[in-house]
């Protein structure tokens, strides 16, 4: 089974608009860590947020939120009001085990390709 | 601060030909991870260490690659012999046990094996 799934292959958006990329995981583990990586055309990969399993408010960077729905195993990345820079490949990731003792290795999703249009 | 460094930021080579890409970790990060990205397979974790000592190489692909980090400060990954389905971004990451333990990635090595 997939760890991380994201379904959503390719999105687009209006400009100034909001736009939520979905992402499920399947963990059994009660202390794990979830991220969102966004990825531009030149191919670096850039750390946007991040979600601690037992963080009771959802995340916020900036303009990028984390809707975290525990019970429901989903960590939906939601960008409010998109520039033309939004446009990128955006990765999910989980770290499953606690934060010390080597529970450090990431599993990432597929990706789900985001274009912001005028 | 200094981010993630590799080198080179990419590479051509010849079947056959021995390829070595190279690492520098954020200074005080004690994790350090390999990665290969394809359109294919996606990003796929090769191997990490932690306080320079290998933790996990399972998703090191077969014998002809290898890892080193000799020091806090520097990592290699070979790949000798190399082949043309080696041809991938290779990204190298690091990350503090202390913290949150987000990984911060290097730009990454496109290597082309003709």
């Known amino acids: 089974a997939q760890k991380i799934t994201q379904t959503q292959p390719g999105m687009f958006v209006q400009e100034k608009e909001a736009v939520t990329l979905d992402c499920t995981y399947d963990t059994s583990d009660q202390s794990y860590g979830l991220f969102w990586y966004k990825q531009p055309s030149s191919g670096e990969m850039i750390f946007l947020i991040y979600?601690?399993?037992?963080?009771?408010q959802n995340a916020t960077e900036g303009r990028y939120s984390l809707n975290f729905q525990k019970a429901r195993k989903s960590a939906n990345l939601v960008i409010s009001a998109s520039q033309l820079g939004d446009s990128a490949m955006y990765f999910c990731?989980?770290?499953?085990?606690?934060?010390?003792?080597?529970?450090?290795?990431?599993?990432f999703g597929t990706g789900t390709q985001l274009k912001v249009e005028l | 601060d200094a981010g993630v460094i590799q080198s080179p930021r990419h590479e051509v080579t010849e079947m056959g030909q021995e390829v070595t890409l190279r690492c520098k970790p954020i200074?005080?990060?004690?994790?350090l991870f390999w990665y290969r990205q394809t359109m294919m397979r996606g990003l796929e974790l090769l191997i990490y260490f932690n306080n320079n000592v290998p933790i996990d190489d399972s998703g090191m692909p077969e014998d002809r690659f290898s890892a080193k980090m000799p020091n806090a400060s520097f990592s290699t990954l070979k790949i000798q012999p190399s082949e043309p389905r080696d041809s991938a971004v290779y990204f190298c990451?690091?990350?503090?046990?202390?913290?949150?333990?987000?990984?911060?990635f290097g730009p990454g090595t496109r290597l082309l094996v003709l």
């Open positions: 200074s005080g990060h004690d994790y």
């Open positions: 990451a690091s990350s503090f046990s202390g913290g949150v333990e987000t990984q911060y």
């Open positions: 979600q601690g399993s037992y963080d009771e």
């Open positions: 990731a989980m770290r499953e085990g606690g934060l010390t003792g080597g529970g450090n290795k990431l599993t």
